[in-house]
């Protein structure tokens, strides 16, 4: 019998009522993945986009050659942005449920990526990221209070009241503002370090995308302009194996790594475990002095899971197993990172208690501050004249007139 | 007669088609086993399998495109695009491609693609879940567009608009999934279930495209409007005790002038309302139109009512959102009221 062409259906391993599999995760032992020079060929380090570099094993020691050696201290740094990221999702969660906010995105499970990655980057780094990179304002010191007046489209929210909460932007950071459309910011991202280069500037640009992001030809786009211009870029694509309700396999995932398309567009990819802070931190530094040297872009393959719902809007019951995430074989990036420091003797139950406790005070009374400033339906509120500005620099006559009419319609 | 949302009409359309024509076939992001963010494929993929209801990967423009390819290899293409706001990828597909095909094949190639899409405010969705970008689309040759505001005619329109041999982009106000809105954010929420509109027959019918509907008689003016601002003007008229000639576009390309201009004709008098934004938009279409054919028997300026000439703000949306004020201040002026 001729054998007929079909089509193929990506399914996910479990859905909700399985017991969780991840049968299909391939992971590399830690500390085995060979650390290249950074301006190694790209066709000489291949094995980077298909293996897994990890640092941290399983009895919480960091192993092999990508070990970033970093001190103690910065390693609890590290942990308290991580701790700080995941207790501030937690309230703004519940400030939404409580009808305080519109919407919310959390970032559980994935706090390393943002806060390694960022502590591995200089402050003059430029950051293009996603709606779930909350650590990177933690690391670069955003007060929470700006964070949440945005949330709450307040009259201290930085968008004027123009974006959905979580779409933040940071000039003084230099962390650029979330479209809120997915991808858009890969090829600009691509675009500020090739300027950068053309200026003779060694800051590089970093940006993140979901899995389920890198369908969009903006990927592609950006992808083939930082190949061409070897642009000083760093292109990460956070693997959290969902988006909203479909698996990685919807995103190209089930033949072949996301890393790996690296190499196929002619620059470096890694496959790293998300949930490793240390490993994260590698890499990133890797990556960055390959960028900051001429050496090339790197795109960077987070393997990691997306602990909480897409949203507020979401809920994931309906398509995954409810324990999915306690399973996840990679483990949580927090409760890693605590263990390697008790390990190393430079931290302990009762100081991470102590940390958690002193946070959520922060939150608690950064909340109490945001609010005095009003909330979306409740409190002061921001001008609505705001919202006829920066459509241009200069407002044109028909938005002039707009703006009058407004005021009438509302009483002056 | 069974009562449905708008949801669930959609749904029971796409349900009959997929029964009806092994060709159809429906695609998009989270559509399949999830049953799409707004519900509108609930269970067709289990009903009808992985071949006929396909999820697929976040890329408009591919989705779009592989309509396009399905389509040209006799497959009856349905396309979800998750958000109006998110259509912008699939423009090129949409616009040089789609709209275009059988015009530069002579014939010979097209593609009977229907691109579903939930527009509008009202839900808190920022600048970028809340836009209605109708009248983009209507200023490419090629492409029908449609939005139906209610139940009923969502149904009926689908399925048309699934039959039909030419592209449609078909725009479902998201305001109105669940009920009729009259404008104002701080009344309860009205079911269907409370509206004639919302009674649907379970089988086959249709609603013909490119017919507008007069939803209510009247004498004293003609209102032009589609989607949620059906109810937003009914509401407006009402309340200052106007008896208006409300017609709801329904199609916006190919449109029924005939019907638009009779009423304006008879009524001496018209104010046109949508949600999106002013300039450009369709009620400038609209205007122009009314005026070529009905100049003499007008007896004030036509007036148009529509969303501002900036982004949908998160904050600021029922200020943004023409709403009954905005509504009776048009109305005044085109009724020469104090």
């Known amino acids: 019998m001729p054998r007929k062409s079909r089509l193929h259906t990506p399914r996910p391993h479990s859905r909700p009522g399985d017991e969780p599999d991840f049968s299909y995760l391939e992971t590399s032992p830690a ?35 990508w070990h970033p050696h970093l001190d103690p201290h910065d390693l609890q740094v590290g942990l308290r942005h991580m701790v700080l990221t995941r207790i501030f999702d937690e309230r703004m969660q ?43 304002y933690m690391v670069r ?32 950071g230099r962390i650029f503002s979330i479209s809120g459309n997915l991808t858009t910011q890969f090829p600009q991202a691509v675009g500020w370090a090739m300027a950068a280069a053309i ?26 302009f930082a190949s061409v211009y070897q642009a000083p870029v760093i292109l990460n694509v956070v693997n959290n194996q969902w988006a909203i309700s479909t698996f990685q396999g919807f995103a190209g995932g089930e033949q072949r790594s996301f890393a790996a398309r690296g190499p196929g567009y002619g620059m470096a990819g890694i496959r790293v475990d998300g949930n490793d802070f240390l490993a994260v931190y590698a890499v990133t530094q890797w990556a960055a002095e390959r960028a900051r040297t001429g050496a090339g872009p790197t795109l960077i393959e987070h393997v990691t899971y997306r602990g909480a719902a897409h949203s507020t809007s979401d809920d ?45 005070q922060h939150v608690t009374e950064s909340w109490k501050e945001a609010v005095q400033y009003g909330a979306l339906n409740e409190g002061p509120r921001l001008n609505r004249d705001l919202m006829f500005d920066d459509v241009f620099k200069e407002m044109p006559e028909h938005l002039r007139i707009q703006r009058e009419q407004l005021r009438a319609e509302r009483g002056g | ?31 399949g086993f999830f049953g799409g963010v707004f519900r509108v494929t609930d269970g067709l993929q289990r009903k009808y399998g992985e071949h006929r209801v396909l999820d697929t990967p976040i890329a408009e423009g591919a989705i779009v495109g592989a309509a396009i390819g399905m389509g040209v290899n006799g497959l009856r293409p349905v396309a979800e695009v998750q958000f109006a706001d998110y259509i912008y990828p699939a423009c090129d597909q949409i616009f040089s491609e789609l709209a275009r095909l059988r015009y530069r094949s002579a014939g010979e190639f097209w593609a009977p693609v229907t691109v579903r899409t939930p527009c509008g405010g009202g839900i808190r969705g920022g600048q970028t879940h809340s836009q209605s970008p109708e009248a983009i689309f209507t200023h490419v040759c090629g492409i029908k567009v449609v939005m139906p505001c209610n139940p009923y005619d969502a149904k009926g329109l689908l399925i048309s608009s699934i039959e039909d041999d030419d592209p449609v982009v078909f725009f479902e106000p998201k305001r109105l999934y669940n009920g009729p ?27 013909p495209i490119g017919k507008a509907e007069i939803v209510r008689k009247g004498a004293q003016l003609t209102i032009v409007t589609y989607g ?27 449109l029924d002038v005939d019907t638009i201009c009779t009423s304006v004709k008879k009524t001496g008098r018209c104010l046109i309302a949508h949600e999106a934004t002013r300039f450009s938009g369709f009620g400038a279409e609209l205007s122009a139109t009314i005026q070529e054919q009905c100049f003499w028997n007008l007896e004030a300026p036509i007036q148009r009512v529509a969303g501002w000439d900036t982004p949908y703000p998160h904050a600021f949306e029922w200020e943004y959102f023409p709403g009954p004020a905005r509504v009776i201040t048009g109305l005044k002026a085109v009724m020469e009221m104090p």
Not at chain 1, 53 to 59: E, H, K, M, S, T
Not at chain 1, 110 to 127: F, H, I, N, T, Y
Not at chain 1, 209 to 219: C, H, L, P, T
Not at chain 1, 319 to 342: A, F, H, Q
């Open chain 1, 94 to 136: 519940r400030a939404q449920r409580s009808g305080k906010i519109s919407f919310y995105m959390r970032s559980l499970g994935e706090e390393a990526v943002s806060v390694a990655q960022c502590m591995a980057l200089r402050p003059g780094d430029m950051l293009f990221p996603s709606y779930r990179n909350q650590g990177l």
């Open chain 1, 141 to 172: 010191g955003k007060p929470l209070v700006d964070l949440m007046c945005q949330l709450l489209s307040n009259t201290r929210d930085m968008c004027k009241g123009r974006q959905l909460p979580v779409m933040y932007h940071w000039t003084a």
């Open chain 1, 316 to 360: 994931p019951s309906r398509y995954r197993p409810k324990d999915d995430y306690e399973k996840w074989p990679l483990g949580d990036p927090v409760d890693r990172l605590k263990g390697y420091l008790i390990a190393l003797g430079e931290w302990s139950e009762e100081r991470h208690a102590a940390l958690v406790k002193e946070l959520e």
């Open chain 2, 181 to 207: 809105f009259d404008g104002d954010p701080n009344k309860p929420a009205v079911p269907w279930s409370t509206h004639p509109k919302g009674e649907v027959p379970d089988g086959y019918y249709t609603v």
């Open chain 1, 31 to 65: 500390g085995a993945v060979r650390r290249p020079d950074v301006n190694a060929r790209v066709r000489d380090i291949s094995h980077l986009s298909i293996d897994l570099v990890r640092v941290l094993d399983d009895a919480h020691q960091a192993v092999g050659p």
């Open chain 1, 199 to 224: 200026k003779g500037e060694d800051d590089i640009a970093v940006s993140w995308i979901g899995e389920g992001s890198s369908a969009e030809a903006d990927f592609h786009h950006a992808m083939l």
């Open chain 2, 1 to 31: 007669m069974p009562q449905m949302n708008m949801i669930q009409a959609l749904n029971s359309a796409m349900d009959i088609m997929l029964g009806r024509d092994p060709n159809v076939v429906i695609l998009g992001e989270d559509v």
């Open chain 2, 228 to 254: 949620t601002m059906v109810y937003v003007c009914e509401a407006a008229a009402r309340s200052l005790g106007l008896d208006a000639e409300i017609i709801d576009v329904r199609t916006m390309v190919p």
